[in-house]
């Protein structure tokens, strides 16, 4: 068990980066219990969680919508619910679906994807987009940090 957590904490920060450039809530909640553990970084790990995100986030809008005819096969395969849903929480919330996504599993790709084949400004998605990804990173990185460190100390 210490070799992996010392192999985690070796690769962990690389690991994250690759991990949340897709997705990353269970990258960044990981290593916020291992920040927790003094095995990683906590304020490293939000960071490079918050850019990859970004970055991933900001690439699969412009591939979107650049690449529509390139995109549209892959976003077939999600006409049913997931779709329906996703388009939904787009016009019932409008820009706040940008932060919304951060946190539901499932829908998490697929927002800047549609946002990207629609007509949405790509400057309007980006400046949302970075107020959503760091309120994305400090919340979940500092509650899993924090919930962490409060579930070791009532068991032990």
């Known amino acids: 068990m210490e070799e992996i957590l010392s192999s985690l904490s070796t690769y962990?920060?690389?690991?994250?980066?690759?991990y949340s450039f897709g997705g990353g809530m269970a990258g960044l909640v990981g290593a916020g219990i291992?920040?927790?553990?003094?095995?990683?970084?906590?304020?490293?790990?939000?960071?490079?969680?918050?850019?990859?995100?970004?970055?991933?986030d900001n690439v699969l809008f412009y591939m979107a919508q650049t690449n529509k005819e390139s995109v549209m096969?892959?976003?077939?395969?999600?006409?049913?619910?997931?779709?329906?849903?996703?388009?939904l929480l787009?016009?019932?919330?409008?820009?706040?679906?940008v932060f919304i996504q951060k946190y539901l599993y499932g829908i998490k790709t697929l927002v800047p994807v549609i946002m990207g084949l629609s007509k949405y400004d790509f400057r309007k998605f980006a400046i949302l987009n970075v107020f959503a990804t760091i309120t994305w990173g400090l919340t979940v990185g500092l509650l899993s940090y924090y919930f962490s460190?409060?579930?070791?100390?009532?068991?032990?």
């Open 34 to 56: 291992l920040s927790a553990m003094g095995k990683m970084d906590i304020t490293l790990s939000i960071t490079i969680a918050v850019i990859f995100n970004y970055i991933g």
């Open 12 to 18: 962990g920060y690389i690991i994250l980066a690759f």
């Open 149 to 156: 460190a409060a579930v070791r100390g009532w068991f032990g």
């Open 73 to 87: 096969p892959y976003i077939k395969k999600f006409k049913g619910r997931i779709h329906g849903r996703t388009v």
């Open 90 to 97: 787009m016009r019932k919330y409008g820009w706040m679906v």
